[in-house]
């Protein structure tokens, strides 16, 4: 593996796609119109490429660093061919709900995909107030079949553990150790916030509860290797198309560069945190419709988890062991788990290092309650799972909590 690599940029790359002919029906690279810079992730540099013909692709470079930090913080390209891996591998099972992979050249660290340019990012539609029906459960069925399928019951021993040593991933890992697990529980330099809302990072420094759990919770996603995980969920990894009336056309989930096999609350728990995250947004923008509605989304993407995580189970190897009793011990675990991994999220997402536009892009006044509100939940989750793991009454402690601090005044 080299760092020394050439990096893309507007100008080269029409004679990149001139050298790959395995892409010339894909897009035209002789009549290119178009070539923007969209990464606005922490990591890479992602390029949308359009032809005169309105057909699009899409090139995504890792940098030998953290783009969000720069060369300081150098960083293995190597994580390029861990999403294009994972991405190949997830398409085995969920094709509709990945990108198209159309080739990976390993030498510049670039995966060239499938435009979606005709999709938005799950956030940003959030964010706007916007209802896609169908995505939640979409995402909750994509989870269930790429974690089946990599899982022992999915893919049975031999390549389960083949699989396992294949997809190490100790950097990318290392972050989220880091920054989700530790960093928010203790004073660190990368946490930052705004100064009203000191009192509420110092709580969550204090709360001993909460560094007990982090540290269970750290554990399991340093060792257990259930299944192939998509390693960073959150509504910026997701794609979403709609119809005039909301309701999906199609759901894809993408930037799986933080891949593992960890443990199967991890993928689940990310999404929840960050339906608990825009739900602050929406209750301190006042959209009451849509924190309605963003309060449905935990209960429903558990609920297809859960129903296509059965549909499967049949078809897993090794019945006589692998018992119904073992499902149903299981999916509570996962459930358990996953509260424990949105607790984690909510709270990293506030306190530490790469935050979300959901709150950051509120006014100071709405800002304060909204991240208070979130941590202040975080604290109740990881508490409440040990009492009662229900999705939707969760979500309604979630909303009491958000609603409560809503002004960040007198709290
Ligand atoms: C330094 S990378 C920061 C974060 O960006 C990604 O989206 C992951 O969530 C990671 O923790
Ligand atoms: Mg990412």
Redesign the pocket.
Known sequence: MSDSYEFLTAHNIPSYLASHTEISSIVDHTAITEVKEVGD????LVFIVTDKHGKGIVLKQALPYVRLVGPSWPMSPDRARIEYETNVIHAQSAKQFVPEIYFYDSERYIIAMEDLSDHKVWRTSLNLGEQNHGAAKSIGEYVARVLFATSIFGAGADAHYKGIARAINPELCLITENLVFTEPYFPSDRNSYLPENEIDAKAIIEDSRMALEMGELKYKFMTCAEALLHG?L?S??VMVKSDAKGNEISTRAF?S??SFYGPIGFDLGACFANFYIALARATALRRKDHADFIAGLPGELWDSFEANFRALWPTRVDKRVFSDVLLEKLLSQWKFDAIGYAAAKMTRRIVGLAKTSDIETLEPAERIGAARGVLRSAQMAIRERHINTDLNSLTLKVRKIIDEVRTGEGN
């Open positions: 992730g922490n990591l890479n960073d959150h910026g990894s930037d560069e933080f």
